[in-house]
């Protein structure tokens, strides 16, 4: 499609422009006669020359071709997306952040255009167009801002042609003298050239008085000169003649090219208004019968325009071609208007996207409401920083973006996106569970690739950010717990590193001798804790005795543990008794009064029969009796 192609072209430096002298005539032959006496106007030396189209000109191999599946463009040996590169975007946030042209100074500016392209056309006046008329508007809707000048350049554009059709009828004023000179001297010439007895005798014959002498063979040589003379001056007004023929030749064909030259840069301008006006002048001035454009064959500029219009293009199909792209952008424009009432922002900013980057400055894209662009600027921001985000790969970014489009637009295509981040999501965390584990058995360097696997797919995942703040603390953690480990060690506080035993399990993963002391310290602790539990068993049962019995050979073993020594005190107090008479038996037998240790220890006995300090309490006072009776 032609309209986006020139879609993606910029624009190019305008020409300067002048305006037709008043009373000058723009038909081709017409206005001003030959200067006095022949005088510049017939010189060849000021001819122009032909002009050629050189490869990579504008007419030549730089055209873009454009690829409207894929919506990118061919152009310089590269590849652009058409909606989505950084100079589109910019172009068309200008657009949708600028207020409608819907001025009086906008509306009188169409209404010069609208009446310039009145007076071209074909039914103007019972078809007679106004040329003069559309000629004196072109100034006037130049002076608008919206216009850039493109009026005057169309206007300096005639005054060329007028000044080279006015060259032309000089140079055929020439050459009509120059004709007639020609046919005089060989009129003269042949009358010299003529047998003597053809020619009018200039004498009456003999001399006086006696007959006259005969011309000499010297003297007729002598009258043959001035006939070579005459052929010299005729060969050099053919000349001149012929350079004069080639020189309107050529200035036709630069005359015809230029002003197609600037056809095609208004059309590659997307100023498709222009285009109108410029081919009905054309057609005016020129008087052009077929109006074939010339374009170098087999360039970028020809294939684009044949393959798009299906034949070689013309200033005719140009024509068609703009009202053409006129008529489409209305309608995207209608379609704009209704999808936007329905809430279909998605597809409401594509159509005005489309309609703005074929026709730009068409009166009805730049007279959309401020609000409805407003709301388009907004949904196509979020839009381009949601392809940023997913570009870059913050997914926590793009989720946000994602919800917030689904709510303004019910017809935003979410699927894509939303599976980018779930996928990302969910590979990233597999990745760094990966690294968590490898950490905690040591494979450090499992760990540090699966780290890096999860970070090249979710750089800003806030979860990579707390592992790497913990790997990052974890050498001064680890040396710390094993400072502790080696404090409370010493400190037979063993309650306390049965407590905190995962902080010194991790810290000691790596040491051997360390990993020894601490098995121990568990395992001894497991044991008292078998001990605690027994006597906690006994006291709810009743058996405040044997409660306290195991409680008393726990406390043998780990005098320092603070919950041995409270159940150790407060069972003491509930079995007084039986805690008394073993007191008193222990006494009694460390004073060797072998009698009455003997009689607390049974007391006692007889207080809790499995007492395992009473029974070998009595065995060594019996012991004790056996040996002394040996």
Not at 67 to 94: H, I, Q, Y
Not at 487 to 511: E, H
Request: aromatic residues 6%; glycine residues 8%; proline residues 4%.
């Amino acid at each position: 499609m032609i309209g986006l192609a020139l879609a993606v072209v910029t624009a190019s430096d305008t020409m300067r422009a002048q305006v037709l002298p008043q009373g000058a005539s723009t038909a081709p032959g017409g206005g001003g006669g030959a200067p006095a006496g022949g005088g510049g106007g017939s010189s060849t030396d000021n001819a122009p020359a032909p002009q050629q189209n050189k490869k990579g000109a504008l007419l030549g191999d730089a055209l873009p071709f454009m690829d409207p599946g894929s919506e990118t463009a061919a152009w310089d040996g590269k590849m652009w997306s058409v909606t989505n590169n950084r100079m589109f975007r910019a172009r068309l946030e200008k657009y949708l952040a600028a207020p409608e042209a819907n001025t009086d100074q906008d509306i009188a500016y169409r209404k010069v255009l609208d009446e310039i392209t009145d007076n071209l056309a074909p039914t103007h006046n019972g078809g007679h167009p106004d040329l003069p008329a559309a000629v004196a508007l072109l100034p006037i809707a130049a002076k608008f801002p919206i216009d850039a000048k493109l009026c005057d350049s169309l206007a300096n554009s005639i005054y060329g042609v007028w000044l080279s059709q006015k060259n032309l009828a000089s140079l055929r004023q020439t050459n009509d003298a120059m004709k007639s000179r020609v046919n005089d001297k060989y009129f003269f010439g042949g009358q010299l050239t003529a047998p003597l007895s053809q020619r009018s005798s200039s004498t009456k014959g003999g001399k006086a008085g006696g007959g006259g002498a005969t011309d000499t063979p010297s003297s007729q040589i002598m009258q043959l000169s001035p006939a070579a003379q005459y052929i010299k001056e005729i060969a050099e007004l053919e000349a001149k003649m012929k350079l004069n023929e080639v020189a309107m030749g050529s200035s036709q064909v630069t005359m015809k090219a230029e002003f197609q030259a600037l056809i095609i840069q208004f059309a590659m301008q997307r100023r498709f208004e222009h285009v109108v006006m410029a081919c009905r002048f054309y057609r005016l001035i020129m008087q052009d019968a077929n109006g074939i454009m010339q374009l170098q064959k087999g360039s970028d500029a020809e294939k684009m325009f044949a393959s798009s219009l299906g034949t070689s293009p013309t200033v005719g199909a140009l024509d068609s071609f703009a009202n053409e792209m006129i008529r489409d952008v209305d309608e995207g424009i209608q379609a704009f208007d209704e999808l936007l009432s329905r809430g279909d922002l998605a597809s409401a900013s594509q159509r005005i996207s489309e309609a703005f980057m074929i026709g730009e400055y068409l009166p009805r894209v730049r007279r959309v409401p401020m609000k409805q662009k407003l709301t388009v600027l907004d949904f196509t921001r979020d839009s381009n920083q949601l392809i940023s985000a997913l570009e870059i790969k913050d997914y926590t970014l793009a989720e946000e973006l994602v919800k917030k489009m689904r709510q303004e637009a019910k017809d935003f295509d979410y699927s894509k996106p939303q599976a980018a981040i779930e996928t990302a999501r969910t590979v990233s965390e597999m990745s760094l569970n990966k690294a968590k584990v490898a950490a905690m058995q040591g494979d450090q360097k499992s760990s540090a690739e699966a780290l890096k696997q999860a970070a090249e797919i979710w750089p800003t995942n806030p979860k990579l950010k707390e592992f790497t703040s913990m790997i990052g603390n974890n050498a001064d953690i680890k040396t710390q717990a094993a400072l502790d480990l080696d404090r409370l060690i010493s400190q037979r506080n063993y309650r306390q590193i049965y407590n905190d035993q995962g902080r010194y399990l991790a810290a000691v993963m790596d040491d051997p001798t360390r990993q020894e002391q601490l098995k121990k310290v568990l395992t001894d602790m497991n044991r008292m804790n078998l001990l605690i539990a027994g006597a906690t068993g006994n006291e709810q049962h009743g058996n405040v005795a044997g409660a306290w019995e195991t409680i008393e050979q726990a406390y043998k073993d780990f005098p320092e543990d603070p919950e041995v020594a409270r159940l150790r005190s407060d069972l003491s107090v509930k079995a007084t008794e039986f805690v008394g008479a073993l007191q008193k038996a222990k006494e009694h037998e460390n004073r060797k009064q072998t009698g009455s240790a003997l009689a607390w220890y049974l007391r006692a006995k007889n207080q809790y029969p499995p007492s395992e300090f009473a029974g070998e309490g009595i065995r060594r006072i019996v012991d004790g009796l056996h040996k002394e009776g040996q």
